[in-house]
């Protein structure tokens, strides 16, 4: 018997009317791209002729191919300023490259681009590992009788440290999301905690105006609190491993307008420095740049920002140009400074100088194109960028040159557009962003080597407290009194994910590994992973 064929395929119809053929897909022009690095704004490779549907890991591939000086693929992000004429007020300045040049850039709604141009693409090379996202609360974990004031990850990640209301601190281990220990001792809230970047020590200050020592794996107290000031301890900071790897002294600052450094083996105060005419806010201990000999920024209500020299406690510099309290500072180098010799590959330290010299090289790498920079916020809404220690390998003019002027120093850039007082300003860990909260509901992203506003996020319907970045810098976390944490996407502007689940103000947040913890004014510390 011959073969039957099977009867025709029944022509698909839409109300009687038949499909219409199908389009072919549009060709796409070919596009003139020039690649530059975004750190000196050097070209990478010669100007090459592209479709513009190239995926950005095509890109990613073209630059890496292209670029001889890395032995290693690196992956990169790329972005593309916008002409001066086309930027709406309060609109990102750049856009980020995150499908394709035809998607992203011909299409924008700003219609800017033809393809005609030269598209000069900006490229930034990233951290060789990802953190995922944080999606949903792993654990809730209650224990604080009183709202959660501070909290912060040990560097290597493995513990959490919590301050609050209650006088007291606690310690949650962070592979079980247990509570490990509790540090009772304050007898006024734990305002502020500050691991030591090796992890062998947890300083905590407050209300009562003392600072206490404790030994995180035994949860015991180090000797007795540490006592001199005469008001509560605003913030600690630990002087860094590459400077002082065995015994690093400890600087913390206080509402009665000093700063006591104290040294951890005596457990005396070396020494007090006074000039603040008001509550200083903030204490933070740089390196001071390639070859740096340690230096302490302090941040205060008499609008002021001092510089010292933290070997003999000198002042070298007193930057004056805020209208109204500073209180918030941020280093371009504070990541690195805070974890110490612990990176991403988790290797072990044995001995202590192989710690200072790992944590010495990070720090170097860092600060070998921009210097150590500094962000101070203010509530007078704006924010000031500084670059005191530039690095020592590029020019002197900026030192000389504030010599000449009788040695004040002139910020790098103003940075403005808050609307109301500004809350915390945050580094990412590579130096590349800066990003400042406010109580204005929003968040501004900015480039951190020049300052340049780069984009707002929006979203939060109350003010946003605290920042915390994530270690590859691809994405930005805020904590607000709406109740939410919020992960951003520095691609898009907008956000990544949304967090709800606190059921009052959100006071901090922090962010190590993929785990992200935040604490607040509803008594829990919640646990958000992948």
Not at 403 to 413: D, I, M, Q
Not at 433 to 455: E, H, L, M, Y
Request: with cysteine.
């Amino acid at each position: 018997m011959a073969t039957l064929l099977p009867p025709p395929k029944r022509q698909k119809v839409y109300h009687g009317v038949p499909a219409p053929e199908p389009e072919l897909p549009q060709p796409s022009p070919h596009v003139v791209v020039q690649f530059v690095s975004e750190e000196d704004g050097q070209s990478l490779a010669p100007p090459v002729n592209l479709p513009a549907n190239v995926s950005r890991e095509g890109l990613e591939a073209i630059v890496n191919k292209l670029n001889t000086k890395d032995e290693d693929p690196v992956p990169f992000s790329f972005h593309i300023s916008l002409p001066a004429d086309a930027t709406t007020p309060g609109a990102p300045t750049r856009v980020a490259i995150s499908k394709s040049i035809e998607q992203d850039v011909l299409s924008h709604p700003s219609h800017a681009f033809t393809p005609e141009d030269v598209f000069v693409i900006h490229c930034a090379p990233q951290a060789v590992f990802k953190v995922r996202p944080a999606t949903r609360c792993s654990s809730t974990l209650s224990g604080h009788t009183s709202p959660i004031l501070c909290a912060s990850f040990s560097p290597t990640g493995n513990l959490l440290a919590t301050g609050s209301g209650d006088c007291n601190a606690r310690l949650w281990d962070l592979f079980t999301e247990t509570p490990s220990h509790v540090l009772s001792g304050h007898k006024g809230w734990v305002l502020c905690v500050e691991w030591e970047a090796m992890e062998r020590t947890l300083a905590t200050g407050g209300h009562d105006g003392h600072v206490r020592l404790w030994a995180p794996k035994t949860g015991k107290p180090i000797g007795d609190a540490l006592k001199g000031h005469t008001k509560w301890v605003t913030s600690l900071s630990w002087e860094p491993i590459h400077l002082n790897p065995s015994a690093p002294r400890l600087a913390s600052s206080s509402k009665d307008g000093t700063v006591r450094v104290w040294s951890t083996l005596t457990r005396r105060c070396e020494y007090t420095l006074g000039g603040h005419t008001a509550s200083v806010n903030v204490v933070r201990w740089g390196g001071g740049g390639i070859d740096g000999k340690g230096v302490l920024y302090t941040a205060s209500s008499d609008r002021t920002v001092r510089v010292w020299d933290a070997a003999q406690g000198r002042l070298l510099h007193t930057l004056k140009d805020h209208a109204h309290w500073v209180t918030t500072l941020t280093l371009n180098t504070d990541f690195v400074l805070r974890t110490g010799p612990f990176d991403h590959l988790g290797k072990k330290t044995t001995s202590d100088s192989e710690a200072q010299s790992l944590a010495l090289k990070r720090y170097n790498a860092l600060v070998a194109s921009a210097g150590e920079l500094l962000i101070t916020g203010s509530d007078d809404h704006t924010l000031f960028l500084w670059s005191l220690f530039p690095s020592r390998t590029a020019s002197t003019d900026a030192s000389t040159a504030a010599v000449e002027r009788g040695g004040k120093l002139k910020p790098l850039a103003r940075l403005t557009g808050h609307q109301r007082q500004v809350a915390h300003v945050a580094f990412s860990p590579d130096g590349r962003w800066a990003a400042s909260a406010a109580w204005d509901n929003s968040v501004r992203v900015w480039d951190g080597r020049t300052g340049k506003f780069v984009a707002t996020l929006r979203g939060h319907v109350a003010a946003v407290y605290r920042l915390a970045w994530s270690a590859d810098s691809r994405q930005l976390v805020s904590a607000s009194k709406d109740s939410t944490v919020k992960i951003w996407d520095l691609k898009t502007y907008k956000i990544k994910t949304d967090l709800p689940g606190h059921t009052d103000e959100v006071y901090c947040v922090d962010y190590v590994a993929d785990k992200l913890v935040s604490g607040g004014r509803d008594r829990t510390v919640k646990i958000w992973k992948n």
